[in-house]
């Protein structure tokens, strides 16, 4: 890339004398202003600016003819009316070849002084276009990055147009009025559809900070933006696969640590298997493999050479693990045998992937164990439902709803399927955050897992095939955490799995302040830091000297800190610092003399406070319908239904298939979920009393045929 002080010196030779200003690295507009407030010797005016680069759709066998647009940063640039403006088709965002071969550049260095870089052989191919609008006020000055993103130069726009007319061969050069253009076209707009919320415009590839979608107006555009711009995952090029970030794995240590610490005051021992496993023992298990069959993932080749016999990636680990169970149990002395492993599994067929929800590889726990009788398994079961009730509502602060699963969605294989259900509030859908399963002797028989009978006197004891469960829990607990708490500034983190539950931010700094001032607060900042660590805090300073306060709120508040201390000059003084909790932004002075304790109680507030809140959403949102004419306008509402039911399949699938055909689409919220017909939930442990189920009386409201007991029937993911 060109010399900066070489631009700096030809910018001079134009009538630009003034030296650049230095800053921290910019990577967008909104860092760009922020870090301009804090930065010294500023004009009074000046206008910050974008500068985009399009490839318009072109014939392979000709050369790039790039677009270079020049506007101010507010400017409505739109690709479709600057195409039409230079009759060019398909105007794209250039890719990051093109800015490094032609313009030798990156992403968030683009500036028009790049043009002084484009080869020869490209420069008569360049057009650009400029925003009328910094060439019309002569008192306002146009900010840009001279080649770099740390620093910033600010010059007239008779300079500019000066800047450009210097390029040798560059004689493509328009200017375009963005505003009239957009006035014209506003009225005809209006008159073709409602006026719709402005979207914000987004380059490929462009790193902002803050979360721009709407919670409750774009909901899986939400999710992905505070997934990504919190740090907590990011995308990785097989589809369907996502790299969980140190933000989002901390938070799968913690569930890690408090279920494993669970488990093993069950007498539960944790192992490993192979990912493998062999076609012919997938296989042996017919109902279970038909549950999984579309999901698994078979490699074929070691190389160049086919394997000998395809070998599947686990989908779960049943048929890998029990023909060991087999050859480990002998004797009923060896029951019972608990073990458990921390994984990786792979489960491929399916459209539309969802971060944390939905993915073709997924980190969980799977539990296997083998008892002698089935009221010892049953007792495992349900010991392993309320840790898993435990993790969600004890760390994560969301409220699940216990139960067991209709035939239709137990577990292949299985007898029974225990299950916690969440709810997401802003789509209206359940989702299912883990199950414990109750076997029976179904993969037992079909391993030969078996023991003696101990009661038995013959000479040849009778063999009795044990009891199994197995149950998992997946880093969809993360998903779920995300989506009901967080809001439109990003994060909202419990303080049990937060990675940082206390941030510290210096403030109340100016230019005028001493370096002694501004050692002072610095040193109370470490201070505090250090007292609240000894106390057991994740605590942390950010003391960045490039970053202005707002900048900081910001970037702690989008990875959703649970609590911010601001320390000042004025703080100090008075011996106290400034609280804000993240998750109702309530701001509280707080005293420096047993500011440990102070702080531990409040973080321990913001836990209760936040599944109190979400618990009293999930109450008012789980309706009892008695009726079928009210059981589609419920869902329609976001809500869960309990319905009297009958327990039967055929009811089941016609319940879904009705409410699907009712919808009408009525819910276009998650396009990553559509509209769809109701499924069962779970039948819930806890049933509504009032009214109550009369058995031989109340009837199920799609069938009329007898109910049994209250079902939770909703749409989910």
Not at 12 to 34: I, K, R, T, Y
Not at 162 to 177: C, E, H
Not at 500 to 511: K, N, R, S, Y
Not at 586 to 600: F, N, Q, T, V, Y
Request: aromatic letters at 8%; one cysteine or more; glycine letters at 6%.
């Amino acid at each position: 890339m060109a010399d900066v002080n070489a631009l700096v010196s030809k910018l001079s030779s134009l009538g630009f004398n003034e030296p650049p200003v230095e800053h921290a690295a910019a990577e967008n507009v909104q860092q760009w202003a922020e870090l301009l407030k804090g930065a010294a010797g500023l004009p009074s005016n000046y206008v910050l600016t974008k500068s985009l680069i399009f490839k318009p759709k072109q014939p392979k066998s000709e050369s790039i003819a790039p677009v270079v647009v020049i506007a101010a940063n507010e400017t409505e640039t739109s690709p479709k009316a600057i195409g039409a403006e230079l009759k060019l088709k398909d105007l794209r965002f250039a890719s990051d070849e093109v800015l490094k071969d032609i313009f030798q550049t990156a992403k968030g260095s683009v500036s028009p002084f790049a043009l002084a870089q484009v080869p020869q052989e490209h420069i008569g191919n360049v057009r650009v276009v400029i925003d009328k609008s910094l060439l019309d006020n002569a008192d306002t000055l146009i900010a840009f990055h001279p080649l770099v993103n740390t620093r910033t130069v600010f010059i007239t726009g008779e300079t500019l147009q000066s800047y450009i007319r210097s390029i040798d061969g560059l004689d493509k050069v328009t200017v375009m009025d963005f505003a009239a253009q957009s006035a014209a076209s506003a009225p005809a707009a209006a008159a073709k559809k409602p006026a719709a919320a402005p979207k914000v415009e987004e380059a490929t590839g462009a790193s902002l900070l803050g979360v721009t979608a709407s919670k409750e107006g774009d909901f899986p555009k939400w999710y992905n933006q505070v997934l990504t711009r919190s740090e907590m995952l990011d995308y990785y090029d097989v589809s369907g696969c996502y790299i969980v970030r140190p933000l989002g794995y901390f938070v799968w240590q913690q569930i890690q640590e408090f279920f494993d610490a669970g488990i093993r005051s069950l007498g539960v021992r944790n192992c490993y298997f192979p990912m493998f496993v062999s076609s012919r023992v997938l296989e042996r298990e017919k109902d279970h493999i038909e549950g999984f069959a579309p999901e698994v993932a078979w490699v074929t080749k070691a190389g160049s050479k086919d394997l000998e016999e395809p070998l599947a990636i686990r989908p779960t680990s049943e048929t890998v693990m029990y023909p060991y169970f087999a050859k480990w149990v002998r004797s009923y002395r060896d029951l019972p045998l608990k073990i458990n492993q921390w994984c990786s599994v792979v489960r491929w067929e399916f459209k539309n992937p969802q971060p944390f929800l939905r993915t073709r590889e997924f980190l969980w726990q799977e539990g296997h164990c083998a008892y002698f009788t089935k009221d010892e398994a049953m007792t495992e079961v349900h010991d392993i439902l309320t840790l898993y009730r435990r993790v969600y509502e004890e760390l994560l602060a969301v409220p699940v709803i216990e139960g067991i699963k209709s035939e239709k969605e137990k577990f292949a294989g299985g007898v029974a399927t225990t299950t916690v259900e969440g709810f997401i509030p802003t789509t209206g859908r359940g989702i299912q955050g883990g199950t414990s399963h109750y076997l029976g002797q179904n993969f037992s028989k079909m391993f030969n897992v078996v023991v003696e009978d101990p009661e038995s006197t013959a000479a040849e004891r009778p063999k009795i095939h044990v009891h199994q469960t197995s149950w998992g829990l997946s880093t969809r607990t993360i998903g779920v955490m995300v989506m009901v708490h967080g809001d439109d500034k990003g994060l909202v983190l419990p303080p049990r799995v937060a990675e940082t539950q206390v941030i510290i931010i210096p403030c109340g700094l100016t230019v005028k302040s001493s370096d002694e001032d501004r050692r002072r607060i610095s040193d109370a900042c470490l201070n505090v830091e250090a007292r609240l660590k000894i106390a057991g805090v994740r605590a942390e300073s950010d003391l960045r000297e490039n970053y202005t306060p707002g900048f900081k709120y910001s970037h702690w508040e989008v990875r959703g800190v649970p609590l911010r201390l601001e320390v000042g000059p004025k703080d100090l003084d008075k011996q106290t610092v400034l609280s804000v909790r993240r998750d109702n932004s309530e701001k509280a002075p707080m005293a420096l003399d047993g500011l440990e304790e102070s702080i531990k109680m409040m973080l321990i507030n913001i836990q209760d406070t936040m599944l109190a809140k979400a618990r009293e959403t999930l109450d008012s949102r789980v309706k009892i319908v008695l009726k079928w004419e009210d059981f589609v306008p419920t869902l329609n509402s976001k809500c869960l239904t309990l319905i009297p039911w009958c327990e039967r399949e055929e009811c089941e699938d016609q319940i879904k298939d009705r409410s699907s055909r009712d919808s009408l689409g009525d819910e276009p919220e998650d396009d990553k979920a559509p509209s769809m017909g109701a499924k069962s939930l779970c039948l819930p442990f806890k049933q509504p009393e009032n009214p109550a189920i009369v058995p031989g009386e109340t009837k199920c409201i799609q069938c009329g045929e007898n109910a049994k007991r209250y079902a939770l029937f909703g749409r989910s993911y």
